[in-house]
């Protein structure tokens, strides 16, 4: 049947052809591909889907997923893709109702009985099959008038056929399954479904997941069980799910993606990351001129470095952001992070912060650090300033070797200071200024940045 199809694709016999990662095989070969349709896209990695596109030039793609990738939101944020959005829900479909709760077997039962009750059906998806047959055990001994079945990638396809094809037709209740379940399945009377250890999954795949109920007119509801203790990023995802739990809602999902994860590098294969590396405001910089050199069709624009200041380092022991519960809106949220990064002068961050209070109200103490961050920044840069940690009670001031200042401006601040210091000057110039140990933290960076302040006053312009 391969062979036959193979044949067909190369003499153009065949107008549509539907396929798995098979398509991108060496053997597969098309006459005249003209349309690519790259469904689910962010099954496929960076490679795959090069590869698909290579498979003749000038080949139109569309690329679809409820929650695109973080590189593929960045390139269609930064109008390398274009983008359309589908918001509209099927007619008569609810939110799902999300329930973040600690992993509890009087909660799991609870959950079960309400669905089982009202003639529905359950997933419940623990995710390694080493140790899927022991859930379920502990299940069927918690709930022994419940109907439970196992379904997993490593049963043979004949069983994992016959698994679902039972569990579609209501044989049993609760489909214990792993991850298999996150694509490709709808089942309209199952309408709850319990993630075990929802903490170790990434935010586009719990979406997608808690997409596999409410597929029907009934209400539907996502628990998300998690263990004592869990990572602060984690948390983060599974609250971003919790605030995005209405119809329509998976390009929010992809944005808080992308701000918890990074976007990736566009000429590299990583889907995700790498931005914290070298900043936000560095890294859109590059991408704009590498998309202005590539529209000038002037490639040696890329490669000149004009823009230095970006090897300065500002080093802090915080968290720097502003709040969800603060700005909720994420394009807001993005577009205030870019609008913050194109300041220029202190007074325009004083002008920026007064701005936010209005709009938003009371500036929450993340934020305040994040405003302060910088100010700091900027000042660290306006005096030529190779590194600045605010960091135990202590500012360092880390000078450039190749652009040192005059002794008598360093001798002029450091008369000013009320702090003990010292100077290092066994490598460039190196101030630590020992700031009030016992003041909070954000007092700390306000007076590092009177600080620089003072420094900046006996700069030349």
């Given at each position: 049947?391969?062979?036959?199809?193979?044949?067909?694709?190369?003499?153009?016999?065949?107008?549509?052809?539907?396929?798995?990662?098979?398509?991108?095989?060496?053997?597969?070969?098309?006459?005249?591909?003209?349309?690519?349709?790259?469904?689910?896209?962010?099954?496929?990695?960076?490679?795959?889907?090069?590869?698909?596109?290579?498979?003749?030039?000038?080949?139109?793609?569309?690329?679809?997923?409820?929650?695109?990738?973080?590189?593929?939101?960045?390139?269609?944020?930064?109008?390398?893709?274009?983008?359309?959005?589908?918001?509209?829900?099927?007619?008569?479909?609810?939110?799902?109702?999300?329930?973040?709760?600690?992993?509890?077997?009087?909660?799991?039962?609870?959950?079960?009985?309400?669905?089982?009750?009202?003639?529905?059906?359950?997933?419940?998806?623990?995710?390694?099959?080493?140790?899927?047959?022991?859930?379920?055990?502990?299940?069927?001994?918690?709930?022994?008038?419940?109907?439970?079945?196992?379904?997993?990638?490593?049963?043979?396809?004949?069983?994992?056929?016959?698994?679902?094809?039972?569990?579609?037709?209501?044989?049993?209740?609760?489909?214990?399954?792993?991850?298999?379940?996150?694509?490709?399945?709808?089942?309209?009377?199952?309408?709850?479904?319990?993630?075990?250890?929802?903490?170790?999954?990434?935010?586009?795949?719990?979406?997608?997941?808690?997409?596999?109920?409410?597929?029907?007119?009934?209400?539907?509801?996502?628990?998300?069980?998690?263990?004592?203790?869990?990572?602060?990023?984690?948390?983060?995802?599974?609250?971003?799910?919790?605030?995005?739990?209405?119809?329509?809602?998976?390009?929010?999902?992809?944005?808080?993606?992308?701000?918890?994860?990074?976007?990736?590098?566009?000429?590299?294969?990583?889907?995700?990351?790498?931005?914290?590396?070298?900043?936000?405001n560095y890294y859109n910089h590059l991408l704009e001129k590498a998309i202005e050199a590539v529209q000038n069709n002037q490639p040696e624009l890329f490669l000149q470095d004009d823009y230095p200041e970006a090897r300065q380092a500002l080093k802090t022991e915080i968290d720097l952001y502003f709040p969800p519960d603060y700005i909720a809106d994420d394009e807001e949220r993005l577009r205030i992070y870019r609008r913050l990064n194109e300041l220029d002068e202190t007074r325009e961050i004083d002008d920026f912060s007064r701005e936010l209070q209005d709009r938003f109200g009371k500036i929450p103490e993340k934020a305040e650090w994040l405003l302060k961050y910088f100010k700091l920044n900027l000042l660290s840069r306006k005096a030529n300033l190779q590194n600045t940690h605010?960091?135990?009670?202590?500012?360092?001031?880390?000078?450039?070797?190749?652009?040192?200042?005059?002794?008598?401006?360093?001798?002029?601040?450091?008369?000013?200071?009320?702090?003990?210091?010292?100077?290092?000057?066994?490598?460039?110039?190196?101030?630590?200024?020992?700031?009030?140990?016992?003041?909070?933290?954000?007092?700390?960076?306000?007076?590092?940045?009177?600080?620089?302040?003072?420094?900046?006053?006996?700069?030349?312009?």
């Amino acid at each position: 049947q391969i062979r036959k199809d193979l044949s067909a694709l190369a003499l153009g016999e065949i107008d549509i052809a539907i396929g798995t990662h098979r398509i991108i095989s060496k053997d597969v070969r098309f006459k005249n591909l003209g349309l690519l349709i790259i469904d689910e896209e962010h099954r496929f990695g960076v490679r795959h889907k090069e590869k698909l596109r290579k498979l003749q030039s000038n080949v139109d793609t569309l690329y679809m997923s409820a929650t695109p990738i973080p590189r593929t939101l960045n390139m269609a944020l930064a109008r390398l893709k274009e983008i359309s959005l589908m918001q509209t829900s099927p007619k008569e479909r609810l939110p799902i109702r999300t329930i973040i709760t600690p992993r509890d077997m009087e909660v799991i039962k609870d959950a079960i009985r309400r669905e089982v009750d009202r003639g529905g059906q359950v997933f419940f998806l623990h995710n390694r099959v080493q140790t899927i047959e022991t859930v379920a055990a502990e299940l069927r001994e918690a709930m022994p008038h419940v109907r439970f079945i196992v379904g997993h990638a490593q049963l043979s396809e004949h069983q994992l056929e016959s698994v679902m094809d039972a569990f579609m037709d209501h044989e049993y209740d609760v489909l214990i399954s792993t991850t298999i379940i996150e694509n490709g399945i709808d089942i309209t009377n199952a309408n709850t479904i319990i993630i075990d250890r929802a903490d170790t999954f990434g935010l586009a795949q719990l979406y997608q997941m808690r997409g596999r109920v409410g597929r029907s007119n009934r209400r539907a509801y996502a628990y998300l069980l998690i263990p004592k203790g869990i990572t602060g990023e984690a948390r983060h995802r599974l609250e971003a799910l919790t605030q995005y739990d209405y119809l329509g809602a998976g390009f929010q999902v992809a944005l808080r993606d992308l701000e918890i994860r990074g976007a990736g590098a566009i000429l590299g294969t990583r889907q995700s990351g790498v931005i914290q590396n070298i900043g936000f405001n560095y890294y859109n910089h590059l991408l704009e001129k590498a998309i202005e050199a590539v529209q000038n069709n002037q490639p040696e624009l890329f490669l000149q470095d004009d823009y230095p200041e970006a090897r300065q380092a500002l080093k802090t022991e915080i968290d720097l952001y502003f709040p969800p519960d603060y700005i909720a809106d994420d394009e807001e949220r993005l577009r205030i992070y870019r609008r913050l990064n194109e300041l220029d002068e202190t007074r325009e961050i004083d002008d920026f912060s007064r701005e936010l209070q209005d709009r938003f109200g009371k500036i929450p103490e993340k934020a305040e650090w994040l405003l302060k961050y910088f100010k700091l920044n900027l000042l660290s840069r306006k005096a030529n300033l190779q590194n600045t940690h605010v960091r135990n009670g202590r500012l360092v001031l880390d000078f450039k070797t190749e652009a040192l200042p005059p002794k008598e401006r360093i001798l002029l601040f450091c008369s000013k200071l009320k702090y003990p210091f010292k100077i290092d000057g066994s490598k460039g110039i190196k101030i630590t200024i020992e700031l009030d140990i016992h003041a909070s933290y954000i007092e700390q960076f306000s007076s590092s940045i009177v600080l620089l302040e003072t420094y900046a006053a006996l700069c030349p312009e």
